[in-house]
């Protein structure tokens, strides 16, 4: 099993910056890739930014230049620069976790993040 936990949602004036990170534990190794879905009030959960086992990136056309998703594997942590944000990225972010495999496929509670304008 997996757990993740995510920290650092908030309010944020549109313009600014916040940094969600995404705590892993238990069986860290059964993991091949990471990433962040974000889900607005009403609406479906979509993929945001992806990171693979060997540091490879993937992001959605809307944040692109804005955001950037990273790994601390000795901290067992992923992180999620947001910046530039608008009030369009409103939403509750979600880390996830898929194994090696495609066996098993793990979330987060989320996080709220809230862009006034």
């Known amino acids: 099993q997996v757990q993740l936990v995510e920290s650092g949602g908030g309010l944020v004036q549109a313009g600014g910056s916040l940094r969600l990170s995404c705590t892993v534990s238990?069986?860290?190794?059964?993991?091949?890739?990471m990433a962040w879905y974000r889900q607005p009030l009403g609406m479906q959960r979509e993929p945001v930014a992806e990171?693979?086992?060997?540091?490879?990136?993937n992001y959605a056309d809307s944040v692109k230049g804005r955001f950037t998703i990273s790994k601390n594997s000795a901290k067992n942590t992923v992180y999620l620069d947001m910046n530039s944000l608008k009030p369009e990225d409103t939403a509750v972010y979600y880390c996830n976790a898929v194994s090696w495999g495609y066996l098993a496929n793990y979330w987060g509670k989320g996080a709220l993040v809230t862009v006034s304008s």
């Open positions: 990171i693979n086992s060997v540091g490879s990136t």
């Open positions: 238990g069986s860290i190794l059964t993991i091949k890739d």
